[in-house]
Protein backbone atom coordinates (compact mmCIF):
# COMPACT_ATOMS: atom_id res chain seq x y z
CA UNK A 1 0.00 0.00 0.00
CA UNK A 2 1.13 3.32 -1.15
CA UNK A 3 -0.14 6.78 0.53
CA UNK A 4 0.60 9.91 -1.67
CA UNK A 5 -0.51 13.22 0.51
CA UNK A 6 -0.59 16.35 -1.75
CA UNK A 7 -2.15 19.84 -1.55
CA UNK A 8 -0.02 21.79 0.94
CA UNK A 9 1.74 25.36 -0.09
CA UNK A 10 1.77 28.48 1.37
CA UNK A 11 -0.91 30.61 2.43
CA UNK A 12 -1.75 33.55 4.57
CA UNK A 13 -3.91 33.31 7.85
CA UNK A 14 -7.16 32.85 7.48
CA UNK A 15 -6.99 31.05 4.34
CA UNK A 16 -7.85 27.62 3.27
CA UNK A 17 -5.93 24.68 1.69
CA UNK A 18 -7.37 21.19 0.55
CA UNK A 19 -4.99 18.03 1.27
CA UNK A 20 -5.41 15.29 -0.47
CA UNK A 21 -4.23 11.62 0.64
CA UNK A 22 -4.55 9.01 -2.57
CA UNK A 23 -4.36 5.31 -1.74
CA UNK A 24 -2.78 2.62 -4.07
CA UNK A 25 -1.45 -0.78 -4.30
CA UNK A 26 -3.33 -3.84 -2.11
CA UNK A 27 -5.88 -1.44 0.10
CA UNK A 28 -8.43 -4.00 2.48
CA UNK A 29 -12.15 -2.94 1.97
CA UNK A 30 -12.45 -0.98 5.07
CA UNK A 31 -9.41 0.93 5.90
CA UNK A 32 -9.32 3.77 8.30
CA UNK A 33 -7.33 7.04 7.69
CA UNK A 34 -5.84 9.49 9.91
CA UNK A 35 -3.80 12.71 9.21
CA UNK A 36 -0.81 13.62 11.51
CA UNK A 37 1.09 16.81 11.48
CA UNK A 38 4.65 18.08 13.01
CA UNK A 39 5.45 21.47 13.42
CA UNK A 40 8.80 23.05 13.35
CA UNK A 41 11.14 21.70 16.63
CA UNK A 42 7.57 20.04 17.77
CA UNK A 43 6.57 16.11 17.50
CA UNK A 44 3.80 14.81 15.60
CA UNK A 45 0.51 15.32 16.41
CA UNK A 46 -3.04 13.55 15.48
CA UNK A 47 -5.05 16.16 13.50
CA UNK A 48 -7.96 14.25 12.13
CA UNK A 49 -9.28 10.73 11.20
CA UNK A 50 -12.11 8.80 9.44
CA UNK A 51 -13.81 5.55 9.29
CA UNK A 52 -14.52 3.83 6.29
CA UNK A 53 -18.09 4.61 6.25
CA UNK A 54 -16.81 8.32 5.99
CA UNK A 55 -19.74 8.77 8.77
CA UNK A 56 -17.74 9.47 11.78
CA UNK A 57 -14.86 11.63 12.00
CA UNK A 58 -12.60 12.90 14.80
CA UNK A 59 -10.56 15.92 15.80
CA UNK A 60 -7.72 16.87 17.76
CA UNK A 61 -8.62 19.98 19.97
CA UNK A 62 -7.07 22.97 18.04
CA UNK A 63 -8.68 22.23 14.97
CA UNK A 64 -12.43 21.48 15.82
CA UNK A 65 -14.52 23.52 13.87
CA UNK A 66 -12.04 24.61 10.87
CA UNK A 67 -11.03 21.68 9.76
CA UNK A 68 -12.87 18.73 7.83
CA UNK A 69 -12.12 15.53 7.25
CA UNK A 70 -13.61 13.25 4.17
CA UNK A 71 -13.02 10.60 1.41
CA UNK A 72 -13.86 9.01 -1.83
CA UNK A 73 -13.67 5.39 -1.53
CA UNK A 74 -14.17 5.26 -5.39
CA UNK A 75 -10.98 7.19 -5.44
CA UNK A 76 -9.32 5.67 -2.95
CA UNK A 77 -8.69 9.20 -1.52
CA UNK A 78 -9.03 10.97 1.38
CA UNK A 79 -9.42 15.01 1.87
CA UNK A 80 -8.38 17.67 4.55
CA UNK A 81 -10.28 20.65 4.04
CA UNK A 82 -8.43 23.43 6.47
CA UNK A 83 -9.95 26.23 6.96
CA UNK A 84 -9.51 29.70 8.76
CA UNK A 85 -6.05 28.73 8.70
CA UNK A 86 -3.36 30.00 11.59
CA UNK A 87 0.34 30.39 12.08
CA UNK A 88 0.58 27.88 14.41
CA UNK A 89 -0.96 25.54 11.64
CA UNK A 90 2.33 25.33 10.16
CA UNK A 91 3.47 21.75 9.59
CA UNK A 92 4.50 19.00 7.77
CA UNK A 93 0.68 16.85 7.56
CA UNK A 94 1.23 12.80 7.08
CA UNK A 95 -1.86 10.97 6.09
CA UNK A 96 -1.68 7.48 7.59
CA UNK A 97 -3.66 4.17 7.04
CA UNK A 98 -4.96 1.43 9.02
CA UNK A 99 -6.16 -1.65 6.89
CA UNK A 100 -7.30 -3.52 9.84
CA UNK A 101 -10.08 -1.35 10.36
CA UNK A 102 -10.65 1.32 12.97
CA UNK A 103 -8.81 1.50 15.67
CA UNK A 104 -9.82 2.33 19.36
CA UNK A 105 -6.50 4.49 20.11
CA UNK A 106 -7.06 6.27 16.72
CA UNK A 107 -5.05 9.50 17.72
CA UNK A 108 -2.12 7.46 18.15
CA UNK A 109 0.56 6.52 15.23
CA UNK A 110 1.41 3.12 16.17
CA UNK A 111 -2.42 1.94 15.33
CA UNK A 112 -1.44 3.04 11.32
CA UNK A 113 0.95 0.52 9.49
CA UNK A 114 0.96 2.87 6.20
CA UNK A 115 2.55 6.81 5.61
CA UNK A 116 2.80 8.78 3.25
CA UNK A 117 6.08 11.27 2.08
CA UNK A 118 4.15 14.30 4.11
CA UNK A 119 3.12 17.81 2.65
CA UNK A 120 4.15 20.88 3.58
CA UNK A 121 1.67 23.56 4.83
CA UNK A 122 3.22 27.23 5.40
CA UNK A 123 0.66 30.02 6.83
CA UNK A 124 1.85 33.22 7.06
CA UNK A 125 0.84 36.08 9.59
Known amino acids: VQLQASGGGLVQAGGSLRLSCAAS????????VGWFRQGPGKEREFVAAIRWSGDTTYYSDSVKGRFTISRDNSKNTVYLQMNSLKPEDTAVYYC???????????????????WGQGTQVTVSS
Open 96 to 114: AARMRGFATYFYTEGVYGY
Open 25 to 32: GRTASNYA
